[in-house]
C-alpha cells in the first residue's frame, strides 16, 4: 500500500482559530509567504494551497466587501492577478487556472473578515480518484518549495 503525505496538513485541521487576521500586516500573516507587495495590494502563497502555486491577492485594508475596495484596490488586484498568471505561466507551466473569489460564509470563503482574490494553476489530471473518492488532496510540491521557485520572478518583474 502506498502512501500519501501531505506535510503541514495536520496542523492546518487541529488549529484553533487564531488571534488576529491572517491577512493584515503587523498582525498574525506569515512574512515568509509574501511574494510581492504593492501599493493597496499583496501576492501571499496560500499556506493551505488547492493547488501547487496556489496565490492569494488581498488588499492591505481590512475588508470584507468588494463594494468597499478603493478604485486604486480593484485596479491593483486585477493587475497583480495578470502579472501572477503571467509568472506562473512561465515558471509552472500550467494548463489553466481557477480565479475568483469566495464572499462571505455562504460564499464558501475561509475567511470572510479579509477580501482576497484566488489564483490557482491547474493540470490535467491534477484532481484524481483520491480527490474524488478519498476526499483527499495530493499537493505535489512543498508549499516553500514553489515560493522559492516564483518569488525571483515577482522581484524581476517590476512592471504592474
Not at 488571534?19 to 499556506?47: A, H, P, Q, W
Not at 505561466?89 to 473578515?113: L, Q, T, W, Y
Not at 480518484?129 to 517590476?158: A, C, H, M, N, Y
Request: hydrophobic content about 35%; some cysteine.
Amino acid at each position: 500500500m502506498k502512501h500519501i503525505k501531505s506535510p503541514g496538513r495536520m496542523e492546518y485541521l487541529k488549529a484553533g482559530k487564531p488571534d488576529g487576521c491572517i491577512f493584515c500586516k503587523g498582525s498574525i500573516r506569515d512574512k515568509s509567504l509574501v511574494l510581492y507587495e504593492g501599493t493597496s495590494c499583496y501576492v501571499i502563497m496560500n499556506k493551505y494551497p488547492y493547488n501547487s502555486g496556489h496565490l492569494l491577492i488581498v488588499p492591505f485594508r481590512h475588508i470584507s466587501d468588494i463594494e468597499d475596495m478603493s478604485r486604486e484596490e480593484k485596479i491593483e488586484m486585477i493587475d497583480l492577478m495578470e502579472r501572477s498568471v503571467r509568472i506562473m505561466k512561465e515558471v509552472m507551466r500550467p494548463e489553466g487556472f481557477n480565479i475568483g473569489m469566495n464572499v462571505g460564509k455562504a460564499g464558501g470563503a475561509g475567511v470572510e473578515s479579509h477580501l482576497h482574490l484566488h489564483v490557482v494553476p491547474r493540470w490535467p489530471g491534477d484532481t484524481n480518484f483520491v480527490t474524488v473518492l478519498g476526499e483527499v488532496r495530493v499537493i505535489p510540491e512543498d508549499v516553500e518549495q514553489t515560493r522559492d521557485s516564483l518569488l525571483s520572478f515577482f522581484k524581476e518583474d517590476k512592471e504592474v
